[in-house]
């Protein structure tokens, strides 16, 4: 059923350049586009994120599941993606945020969000941020 919704999601957003499904929880909402690991298929789905100065930040919460969403480990395996971001499109390289960057990125990221602090009391992972860095000319 989520993936259905995701589906649906990704559809509005792209037709409709953001102004539907650009929203979730009241956060903005980005299209972040993988390549599968595993497949080689191109995967879209909606994401919230931050900004840190020109660079966007997802976090790999799954909704505090024990385990990693698919998208994570799509971009750990192969780094560049693109992005939708309301009418934009970009090319990114994906990073996972180290230890300290990552301290700082979920503080700010719980300031506007604090449902993410309820995830990660669900799961005993630590669940990871990752900075998609726009490439240039994109």
Request: no cysteine; charged share 20%.
């Amino acid at each position: 059923m989520q993936m259905l919704i995701f589906r649906l999601m990704v559809f509005l957003y792209s037709a409709s350049g953001g102004r539907i499904g650009g929203k979730m929880r009241g956060r903005d909402v980005l299209l972040l586009t993988t390549t599968g690991r595993k497949t080689g298929k191109t995967r879209t789905l909606p994401l919230i994120y931050i900004m840190d100065g020109a660079d966007y930040v997802v976090t790999a919460s799954k909704g505090g599941a024990d385990k990693h969403p698919g998208w994570f480990f799509n971009v750990r395996s192969s780094p560049r993606a693109s992005i939708q971001v309301n009418n934009r499109h970009m090319q990114v390289t994906a990073e996972v945020a180290g230890p300290e960057k990552k301290a700082a990125l979920w503080e700010q990221l719980v300031q506007v969000a604090p449902f993410y602090a309820d995830y990660q009391k669900h799961t005993q992972r630590q669940i990871p941020m990752v900075i998609l860095h726009p490439v240039d000319g994109s």
